[in-house]
């Protein structure tokens, strides 16, 4: 078993997980994006997509880009990197994203924000591999003597976004959803989880 493997019925059994749902991010407040942002996720979306690497390479990892340029490279992103914690529990695999407050590049160091691609555009699918991915992240935090009270993840297909928060034991899935159409809001939003993940984890 892999993060990609579980179900939301596995986390609640295995992890004593507790699912709930709520608005999130009631007072965050649109971003205006750059012409840069804009105008590249305008050239990727016309070029099409054939597979999930090609809607992260033209959708996500723009945004990210621009989030990390805005706060001057306070966090590292990381693509593509395995987060195997706890193989008999079924902690392991590759992880699409992961930020971590921390300029290194070359290895994760201090998860706290994870996204998932939605395969086959199963947003709700993701939405639970993104949790187990979250569950690993606060256990590698933990054995690193670096532990992190509230982690936030993301779930997309590059088009719709859907954000969920974990802390305790508590995974709380936002109510609202986001896409791509509505950039600005979509930034704000990202900026309420730099913003209380600073607050949240002092």
Same mark, same amino acid.
């Given at each position: 078993? $892999?993060?990609?493997?579980? @179900? $939301?019925?596995?986390?609640?059994?295995?992890?004593?997980?507790?699912?709930?749902?709520? /608005?999130?991010?009631?007072?965050?407040?649109?971003?205006?994006?750059?012409?840069?942002?804009?105008?590249?996720?305008?050239?990727?979306?016309?070029?099409?997509? %054939?597979? *999930?690497?090609?809607?992260?390479?033209?959708?996500? @990892?723009?945004?990210?880009?621009?989030?990390?340029?805005?706060?001057?490279?306070?966090?590292?992103?990381?693509?593509?990197?395995?987060?195997?914690?706890?193989?008999?529990? %079924?902690?392991? %695999? *590759?992880?699409?994203?992961?930020?971590?407050?921390?300029? /290194?590049?070359?290895? /994760?160091?201090?998860?706290?924000?994870?996204?998932?691609?939605?395969?086959?555009?199963?947003?709700?699918?993701?939405?639970?591999?993104?949790? $187990?991915?979250?569950?690993? $992240?606060?256990?590698?935090?933990?054995?690193?003597?670096?532990?992190?009270? /509230?982690?936030?993840?993301?779930?997309? @297909?590059?088009?719709?976004?859907?954000?969920?928060?974990?802390?305790?034991?508590?995974?709380?899935? &936002?109510?609202?959803?986001?896409?791509?159409?509505?950039? &600005?809001?979509?930034?704000?939003?990202? *900026?309420?989880?730099?913003?209380?993940? @600073?607050?949240?984890?002092?």
């Amino acid at each position: 078993m $892999a993060y990609s493997d579980f @179900t $939301a019925l596995e986390l609640t059994r295995k992890f004593g997980i507790k699912f709930s749902s709520e /608005v999130l991010f009631p007072n965050a407040k649109p971003i205006i994006p750059s012409q840069w942002l804009v105008e590249g996720l305008a050239r990727g979306q016309s070029l099409g997509f %054939g597979s *999930e690497k090609s809607r992260s390479e033209r959708l996500v @990892t723009p945004i990210l880009l621009e989030l990390n340029y805005l706060h001057k490279h306070r966090f590292s992103i990381h693509s593509g990197m395995n987060l195997d914690i706890d193989e008999a529990m %079924g902690l392991k %695999g *590759e992880c699409d994203f992961i930020f971590s407050f921390s300029r /290194v590049q070359d290895f /994760v160091t201090a998860p706290i924000f994870c996204i998932t691609e939605a395969k086959k555009q199963d947003l709700e699918q993701g939405t639970i591999q993104c949790s $187990a991915q979250l569950i690993g $992240a606060k256990r590698f935090n933990e054995l690193e003597k670096n532990p992190v009270k /509230v982690l936030y993840g993301a779930s997309t @297909t590059g088009i719709e976004w859907r954000f969920l928060k974990y802390e305790n034991n508590d995974i709380i899935i &936002d109510e609202n959803r986001y896409v791509i159409t509505q950039l &600005d809001i979509l930034l704000g939003i990202f *900026e309420c989880v730099i913003e209380n993940t @600073t607050i949240e984890n002092r």
